[in-house]
């Protein structure tokens, strides 16, 4: 079975322009997690998506939004870049989320803001 | 709101040695609480999650405890080997907002 995959691996990108990642789960999973890893803040949640709807929101501004498509795929896109987006982005997928069960994650997408 | 600690934040012990992990928790209104390993360069991988109402759980090597009423939790490895060299977190599901709020991390180097 494989495993969950995000694209792009790495990412540089400008303050000020915008970025949208992807995450494939795991085949039969319908939920989709996405965090955000900083050595400053360490690991935060940003949102998870369940059947093409959000279900739960972390407590990031409205830059970072997300979506999920009828296969399960989902993006996340931030916008107006800032310098303290620079991060390691990592998506997980689930049956069926809610963070009940174990979750898989992905590798992660690096991003670099300059 | 809940916090998550995880003590020390490296650990350095030698190949053979049994080792625990502590992390704590400041609200014991969870309804789990997960351990992961990470690797450098790559994603995390679940080890072990305790449901609120168990006391711990078992996978080969790993054993994780957990104590809500104290708000803490440990990852017991026995016989460490070379290739449990990463770094372990924890996290705390909150049984209200459903998120999951993360320790730092310790860091683990076993020496051969």
């Known amino acids: 079975k494989a495993g969950v995959t995000q694209t792009p691996r790495y990412l540089i990108k400008t303050r000020g322009q915008q970025v949208t990642l992807s995450c494939s789960p795991i085949?039969?999973?319908?939920?989709v997690s996405w965090y955000q890893q900083t050595p400053g803040q360490g690991l935060q949640f940003l949102f998870e998506?369940?059947?093409?709807?959000?279900?739960n929101k972390g407590n990031f501004p409205g830059r970072f939004s997300g979506r999920q498509f009828s296969n399960s795929r989902s993006e996340m896109n931030v916008s107006t870049l800032e310098l303290g987006d620079s991060a390691l982005y990592l998506c997980?997928?689930?049956?069926?989320?809610?963070?009940?069960?174990?979750?898989?994650f992905g590798p992660g997408t690096r991003l670099l803001v300059l | 709101k809940q916090e998550v600690t995880q003590i020390p934040a490296a650990l350095s012990v030698p190949e053979g040695e049994n080792l625990v992990l502590n992390c704590s928790f400041t609200?014991?209104?969870?309804?789990?609480l997960q351990w992961f390993r990470q690797d450098p360069g790559k994603g995390l991988t679940s080890l072990l999650l305790?449901?609120?109402s168990q006391r711990e759980q078992t996978s080969g090597r790993l054993n994780a405890s957990l104590d809500k009423s104290s708000g803490r939790s440990t990852l017991y490895i026995a016989a460490s080997q070379p290739g449990d060299s990463a770094t372990y977190l924890c996290?705390?599901?909150?049984?209200?907002?459903?998120?999951?709020?993360w320790g730092a991390g310790t860091k683990l180097i076993i020496k051969p």
């Open positions: 997980a997928s689930s049956l069926e989320g809610g963070g009940q069960e174990t979750q898989y």
């Open positions: 085949s039969g999973h319908r939920s």
């Open positions: 998506y369940f059947s093409e709807t959000q279900r």
């Open positions: 609200d014991s209104a969870i309804y789990n």
């Open positions: 305790i449901q609120s």
């Open positions: 996290a705390a599901l909150g049984d209200s907002n459903y998120q999951l709020i």
